[in-house]
């Protein structure tokens, strides 16, 4: 027995795909895509013993979308910390979820991309009462910044997101969320902003002032370019 695995979609006249069909069976194997991932979602949730809201499946969708194993392995976390309770609820997805965390600050720093303070505030406000560290949170804004400098240097060169992610070690979807949002920056501007998260990080861990005060005007002040 010969089976061949093929990383890609084959049309219906690839000579290898014909020459399969002749000599044995074509199994095609597609990831799922909009309404199915949630689908999918609900299903691996029962096979695993708890339930989810329609609300978190949704969630968990929009954030990862069809990387499969990520998804399992969220459920899986999930599953376990709700325990005997056996539903998945919103919050426990955005408390639990480290890829949903993350995809929560990709939208802070959109909207300050956007020039959106009031929607920037309001999701920094929103991961402060989830009982996001401030510290861990200023690590992770700088980290997608930093990330944010090498894929618009990357980008400047030709590469695409799937070429990015592998060259700087990212996932392909925030490789593809990055390349969205560089070009509503200058390099100054990301220069300016990842000066300004070093000095907030600094002030916060000299507790100069409130996390929540240096928070809020890092916000203020984010992306300015003072050259």
């Not at 969630?59 to 969220?74: C, D, K, S, T």
Request: proline share 4%; charged share 20%.
């Amino acid at each position: 027995m010969l089976i061949v695995l093929v990383d890609e979609f084959l049309d219906a006249n690839n000579p290898l795909l014909k020459a399969a069909e002749q000599q044995g069976k074509v199994i095609q194997s597609t990831l799922p895509k909009g309404a199915a991932i949630e689908s999918w979602i609900t299903k691996r949730a029962k096979g695993i013993g708890v339930t989810i809201s329609p609300e978190a499946a949704a969630l968990l969708a929009n954030f990862i979308g069809n990387q499969l194993r990520l998804l399992a392995n969220e459920l899986d976390k999930l599953a376990t910390y709700v325990g005997n309770v056996a539903t998945i609820h919103v919050d426990d997805v955005r408390k639990l979820s480290a890829h949903v965390q993350e995809a929560r600050i990709f939208d802070l720093t959109d909207a300050l991309a956007q020039r959106n303070r009031k929607q920037a505030l309001d999701i920094l406000h929103d991961l402060l009462a989830d009982g996001e560290p401030p510290l861990k949170l200023i690590s992770t804004i700088t980290t997608q910044v930093r990330s944010l400098l090498l894929v618009k240097e990357l980008a400047q060169k030709g590469m695409r997101a799937a070429q990015i992610a592998s060259t700087i070690g990212i996932a392909p979807f925030i490789a593809s969320k990055a390349l969205q949002q560089v070009n509503k920056f200058t390099p100054a501007q990301l220069e300016g902003a990842y000066r300004q998260l070093l000095a907030t990080d600094a002030v916060l861990k000299r507790s100069r002032m409130t996390p929540e005060m240096a928070l809020d005007l890092l916000v203020v002040g984010f992306g300015h370019d003072n050259t």
